[in-house]
């Protein structure tokens, strides 16, 4: 299966490419004042808003460096309510994509609450690198925020 990679401070990750609607240069995003500091902002994207949440920020509480390779991940996201939406992910270094088969994941030998998102890991590029789950990003009070119902 193919992969996007990217990092967050030097550890590397990935996400199933499967999740991923394109791959967009950083761009001016508008806040969404009282959102979580992880909320990157809103991204106008062919006249849609869509959510941008900072990888950088919610893994480690500091803000993504604004380099040349810094992206904006369109990810698919299946909110609990509202069918697939998209959702946009800030990331660095997030140019390269990697061939992974199955049986070279693993399972994480621990497994934090407080990060649902961490997935399975490879080690077969000579480094841990572990896969994220788009779908398990966001807590449901932040889902509710982002993705309001629509009744």
Do not use: W
Not at 74 to 89: E, T, W
């Amino acid at each position: 299966m193919l992969y996007l990679t990217f990092e967050v401070g030097e550890a590397p990750y990935a996400i199933s490419s499967s999740d991923v609607a394109e791959v967009l240069p950083l761009v001016h995003l508008r806040d969404i004042p009282k959102a979580p500091p992880f909320v990157a902002g809103l991204l106008n994207f062919h006249q849609r808003l869509i959510p941008v949440i900072d990888l950088s920020q919610l893994f480690t509480g500091l803000k993504a460096r604004k380099r040349r390779g810094t992206r904006i991940i369109l990810a698919h996201y299946r909110p609990k309510k509202n069918g697939s939406q998209l959702i946009g992910l800030m990331a660095e270094k997030a140019t390269k994509t990697l061939q992974l088969q199955e049986e070279e994941l693993k399972d994480p030998v621990v497994s934090i609450n407080a990060a649902p998102y961490l997935g399975q890991l490879s080690l077969s590029s000579g480094e841990a690198i572990q896969c994220v789950q788009v779908s398990k990003l966001l807590p449901e009070a932040v889902q509710t925020l982002l993705y309001p119902d629509k009744d």
